[in-house]
């Protein structure tokens, strides 16, 4: 067989290989008291892991995940307070397993767009001395150049350009009142100094282009899905009304499949609660249909090569 043969065999072999999201649903999760049980948490969390990896030691599923000499960034989405944004909780019980599986924890940063966002969402800042370290963007700076890719010009974060190899992205599941939804892909707009611009047209291709940047594709090493509570309508802020305890975590290295997905359960959840759906309001995510187009690349939008598993 020719190099070029073998090449269009491979070529035409990815293009029908499947994305796999992984979810893991415990209604345990909250106590009577409406706190967050982190010994269910870490149960979710090791099932997902270990699913997706295909190893029976939660360990060496976290070992494909983080490297030794790692300098590990949390990317967390904390715009709309304790209410809507990822959970504290969630967090440390993925700190404990990077720390398991041989990083040090002072090699971890929990990080997103400003310091506000972080203590809005719970979190307490810390940027010296022993464990790991939060800030915001507004504490680390950004680039003084501007990165063009597509139709995105913009500073990027030293946290990703700079402090970190690699990333760990945990946003949450929210109804997005502009682009229609949040999740994996979007939660990069909080790397860059001017994510106020790239909402026109439900943020399409602006989300997708971005995504495509190499330091972000290079440096995400997997995603972590908040699901614990997911908004349906009204976001970004936090809206009690519109808001539910799902009690998900997912999984996915295609934040393209992870976020279809979870679009879905949005969409699901406004059927059950007669709301039209985000297409018939006028701001359908469609970027993650560019996103995964043959122009970008990033993923799987298309249900029929994703692969969801429940454990």
């Not at 304790?82 to 993925?94: D, N, Q, R």
């Not at 500073?155 to 992205?169: D, E, F, G, H």
């Not at 936090?238 to 879905?264: E, F």
Request: aromatic share 10%; charged share 25%; net charge positive.
């Amino acid at each position: 067989i020719s190099t070029r043969e073998y090449l269009d065999k491979k070529m035409k072999e990815m293009s029908f290989k499947k994305s796999i999201v992984v979810f893991s649903k415990d209604n345990s999760v909250w106590d009577s008291k409406g706190k967050l049980r982190k010994n269910v948490i870490s149960a979710m969390l090791d099932k997902i892991v270990k699913k997706i990896f295909s190893v029976s030691n939660v360990k060496d599923g976290w070992k494909k995940i983080v490297k030794p000499g790692d300098v590990i960034g949390i990317k967390v989405n904390c715009l709309a307070g304790k209410g809507a944004s990822t959970h504290k909780e969630l967090v440390e019980v993925i700190i404990n397993r990077i720390i398991d599986a041989g990083i040090s924890e002072n090699r971890i940063v929990i990080w997103d767009r400003l310091n506000y966002d972080l203590k809005k969402g719970g979190f307490k800042l810390k940027y010296r001395g022993s464990g790991p370290l939060c800030f915001g963007n507004d504490a680390a700076g950004y680039e003084d150049n501007v990165t063009i890719k597509g139709s995105i010009g913009s500073q990027l974060s030293k946290v990703l350009t700079r402090y970190c190899s690699a990333i760990i992205n945990v946003p949450v599941i929210k109804d997005h009142g502009i682009v229609g939804f949040t999740g994996a892909l979007k939660n990069y707009f909080g790397a860059i100094n001017n994510p106020n611009k790239y909402h026109d047209n439900y943020g399409n291709p602006y989300i997708a282009d971005l995504n495509t940047l190499d330091i972000i594709k290079n440096k995400t090493r997997i995603t972590i899905m908040d699901g614990l509570t997911t908004q349906y309508e009204g976001g970004p802020s936090y809206i009690p009304g519109w808001s539910w305890k799902s009690n998900i975590i997912g999984i996915s290295k295609d934040m393209v499949a992870l976020d279809y997905v979870c679009w879905q359960l949005i969409e699901e959840k406004r059927k059950e609660k007669g709301i039209m759906s985000l297409k018939e309001a006028g701001r359908e995510p469609v970027y993650i249909f560019t996103a995964g187009d043959k122009n970008h690349k990033l993923g799987n939008a298309n249900p029929d090569k994703i692969d969801i598993k429940y454990v």
